[in-house]
């Protein structure tokens, strides 16, 4: 790519495209994410837990972009039911272009889904891995989806890959197990492109991470609430030395819209990609390690119940 820095100037018209992305809570990464692709003319789902928050955030973008097209469908992705649910109904939005995995939780206490599966695993990967999965036949019929997966600079922190009995309880640490959940994302895009292409499928996988982004993530994950004063000093403490979350974004929609070979990964490309331009950037041997990705993939489907591609 020979040109200046990418800017959301750069998103092409999206007419005719439809995408989906997790996580759209008002003012969040997914949100921003969702309101870029909407302005492009993209008809764009709304996927979240919550129908009062998905219809506040489809309100908001519509407030930006009068006559967008925007569905919502709910979702928990820390419950494989749900997510099977969920899917079922996105069927009726028929071919799919884009699917962006943006919802995550971040170092929470600990906590077991009602699948047994510890809470940041479930929500952050196993349930992403279902999702996508079970939309691979809508992404195929656009004849040219793509997968944006958000991974995160902590995938740096991990020592290994979660490939340990997902089912069994284990000395718990929340910023080691997200880091492992971060690591897993990109394990999961590239092993994903490597089969996609070996299918010969019309999908590619990418990957991005936002930098440091001022987001509510954090504080929710500490407190599992953004109220009350405790949470509005954190907040703003986070907020005064990051980015904010509509930069964040701009990862994710360079990897959801330039023309870029499948397995991209992107990232802010400013001092320890904390903020800046978004860019090619790179990750650490782990998550290239192919094996790791095999052996992830293999365990994810015996987890989830799904076999594919």
Known sequence: MSRDAWTTADIP??????????????????????????????RVALAGRTPDKLDAAAAAIRDEVPGASLETLVVDLADLASVRTAAAEAAGLGPLHLLVNNAGIMATPYRRTVDRLESQLATNHFGPFLLTGLLLDQLVASGDGRVVTLSSQMHRVARSAP????????????????????????????????RLRRAGLPVQ?????????????????????????????????????????????????????????????????????????????????????????????????????????
Do not use: C
């Not at 929340?174 to 092993?191: D, S």
């Not at 903020?275 to 090619?280: E, H, L, M, Q, V």
């Open 13 to 42: 018209d999206l007419t005719g495209r439809t995408a989906l992305v997790t996580g759209p809570t008002l003012g969040g990464l997914g949100w921003f994410t969702a309101l870029e692709l909407a302005r492009a003319g993209a």
């Open 163 to 194: 490939l340990g009995d997902p089912h069994e309880r284990r000395r718990y640490s929340r910023w080691r197990v997200y880091g492992q959940t971060k690591l897993a994302n990109l394990l999961f895009t590239f092993e994903l492109d490597r």
């Open 205 to 309: 996988a990418m990957a991005a991470h936002p930098g440091f982004a001022g987001t509510h993530l954090v504080v929710n994950g500490q407190l599992s609430s953004t109220q009350g004063r405790v949470a509005s000093i954190m907040d703003a403490a986070v907020r005064a030395v990051s980015q904010p979350a509509h930069a964040g974004a701009w990862p994710t929609l360079m990897a959801a819209t330039e023309d870029l070979p499948g397995g991209t990964y992107v990232g802010p490309s400013g001092l320890g990609q904390g903020s800046g331009a978004p860019g090619i950037v790179g990750a650490t041997a782990l998550a290239h390690d192919e094996m790791a990705q095999r052996r992830l993939w293999e365990l994810s489907e015996k987890t989830v119940d799904l076999t594919w591609p």
